[in-house]
């Protein structure tokens, strides 16, 4: 794993500009793990991202339920399904079976906030994002990590 970018996020709108920019890339079998304390920003980052894919309903945090999935409509090939989930209230890693997250990992896109929780099935090939609150008022940090894959995907967002 390395580190692939560090990219400063002075405010909420820069964080919602970042993730409009990954979000295009993303397709079915990706696993975005985000890492960062309470109020670090994951939600606003993978909500950003469901928008930016043209979710245009609210995207609630999935604090309570774990999981909200996001279909596209029948018609439309090219939007992946987006499962996106906080697994801060999982209590085993083997609860996260009842949840659906196999199917989750073959055919969507998975937004995973609290990865930690699944233990040892968070499968390999993840792109670590990493949000830390900054001194600065608003401010947050993003550290991105992943394989040489990665690397080349995000290539062009790097730059
Ligand atoms: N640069 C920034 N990027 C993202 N969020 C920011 C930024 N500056 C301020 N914020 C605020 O920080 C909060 C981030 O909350 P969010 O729910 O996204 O955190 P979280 O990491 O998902 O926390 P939790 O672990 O509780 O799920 C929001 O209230 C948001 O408005
Ligand atoms: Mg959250």
């Not at 793990?33 to 909500?47: Q, S």
């Not at 906030?113 to 900054?134: D, Q, S, V």
Request: hydrophobic letters at 45%; proline letters at 8%.
């Amino acid at each position: 794993m390395i580190i692939l970018a560090e990219i400063d996020l002075p405010d909420l709108a820069e964080t919602q500009a970042v993730a409009a920019r990954l979000a295009p890339l993303l397709r079915p079998g990706d696993i975005l793990a985000f890492d960062g304390t309470l109020g670090a920003g994951k939600t606003e980052f993978c909500r950003a991202m469901i928008h930016a894919l043209g979710f245009a309903d609210d995207v609630p945090s999935p604090t309570f339920n774990l999981v909200q999935v996001y279909e596209p409509s029948p018609e439309d090939m090219t939007t992946p399904a987006i499962w996106h989930m906080d697994l801060y209230r999982l209590e085993s890693p083997e609860e996260a079976f009842e949840l659906g997250i196999e199917e989750a990992f073959d055919t969507a896109v998975s937004l995973i906030e609290w990865p930690a929780k699944l233990g040892p099935y968070l499968p390999e090939g993840f792109l670590t994002c990493r949000l830390e609150i900054m001194a600065d008022q608003g401010a947050r940090k993003l550290t991105l990590i992943g394989d040489e894959q990665w690397r080349n995907r995000l290539g062009s967002i790097l730059s």
